[in-house]
C-alpha cells in the first residue's frame, strides 16, 4: 500500500506570494491533518479535514486555509507569504481521525523556503 | 494548557539501552504516541500507550507511563546506530487528530 505522498517537496517562494501544497493520503484513509515544522516553534497543528470537512484548527492566522476533496485528497493554501513561513509542512492521513489504534502516518513533507 | 517537554540531546553507546523521557500537561489526554524522524524524513510512530495503561513493550521499545506524574519513558533496548533519530514525544490533545509535540530529542549513538 502506497504511503502519504506530498508534492511537491521543495517549494521557493518570495514574500507576497501564495502557495498551494498537496497532499494525498493511503488509499482507505480519509482524515488528513496538517503540521507546521520550524526549529523555533517545532511541530505545530494546523488543521485536520474528514469527508471534505474541517474538523478541527490549530492556531494559524486566516492566511493558512486547506481544503479537502472527494477523493480525500487535501491541499493547503498560504496567502500572502512571510519570511516565518518558511518551514517543513507535513500531512498526515488516518481512517477516521480517532485517538489510538487509528494513528496518523505522516508524509515525508514539503520544504517551503520564503526569500 | 497543552504542553509536552522532553529534554534535547541524548549521547549512547551503541548496544547500551537509551531512555528518553517525556512530561505532559494534559491530564485528559488518553493517548500519548512516540515518533521518529530521520534527516529529510517525515515521522514514523513507533508506538503508542493509553493512558490507563503503565507499561508497554514492542520488541525493543518499552514505553512507561506515570499517569500522576504525567512522565513518559521511551527505552530503547541495544541501542543501534541505525536509531540515531529525533524522537518526539506527543499527546492527543483538543479533538480530532490535534497532536501536540514535544521539541523532540536527538538521540546520537555512537561505537
Known amino acids: 500500500k502506497a504511503g502519504v505522498t506530498q508534492t511537491p517537496r521543495y517549494l521557493i517562494k518570495t514574500r507576497g506570494q501564495q502557495v498551494t501544497l498537496s497532499c494525498s493520503p493511503i488509499s482507505g484513509h480519509r482524515s488528513v491533518s496538517w503540521y507546521q515544522q520550524t526549529p523555533g516553534q517545532g511541530l505545530q497543528f494546523l488543521f485536520e479535514?474528514?469527508?471534505?470537512?474541517?474538523?478541527n484548527k490549530g492556531n494559524f492566522p486566516g492566511r493558512f486555509s486547506g481544503r479537502q476533496f472527494s477523493n480525500s485528497r487535501s491541499e493547503m493554501n498560504v496567502s500572502t507569504l512571510e519570511l516565518g513561513d518558511s518551514a517543513l509542512y507535513l500531512c498526515?492521513?488516518?481512517?477516521?481521525?480517532?485517538?489510538?489504534?487509528?494513528?496518523?502516518?505522516f508524509g515525508p513533507g514539503t520544504r517551503l523556503t520564503v526569500l | 494548557g497543552e504542553d509536552v517537554e522532553q529534554s534535547l540531546f541524548l549521547s549512547v553507546r551503541e548496544g547500551d539501552s537509551s531512555v528518553i523521557n517525556c512530561t505532559y500537561t494534559?491530564?485528559?489526554?488518553?493517548?500519548l504516541y512516540w515518533y521518529k524522524q530521520e534527516p529529510g524524513a517525515g515521522l514514523q510512530l513507533l508506538t503508542y500507550?493509553?493512558?490507563?495503561?503503565d507499561m508497554k513493550q514492542d520488541q525493543r521499545l518499552t514505553v512507561l507511563l506515570n499517569k500522576k506524574d504525567k512522565h513518559l519513558s521511551l527505552r530503547i533496548a541495544d541501542t543501534q546506530t541505525g536509531d540515531s533519530a529525533i524522537y518526539f514525544c506527543?499527546?492527543?490533545?483538543?479533538?480530532?487528530?490535534?497532536?501536540?509535540f514535544g521539541a523532540g530529542t536527538r538521540l546520537a549513538v555512537h561505537p
Open positions: 500507550i493509553f493512558s490507563n495503561m
Open positions: 479535514y474528514f469527508s471534505e470537512t474541517q474538523r
Open positions: 498526515a492521513s488516518s481512517l477516521v481521525g480517532l485517538a489510538g489504534a487509528d494513528t496518523q502516518y
Open positions: 494534559d491530564s485528559s489526554s488518553t493517548y
Open positions: 506527543a499527546e492527543m490533545s483538543g479533538g480530532y487528530n490535534k497532536l501536540i
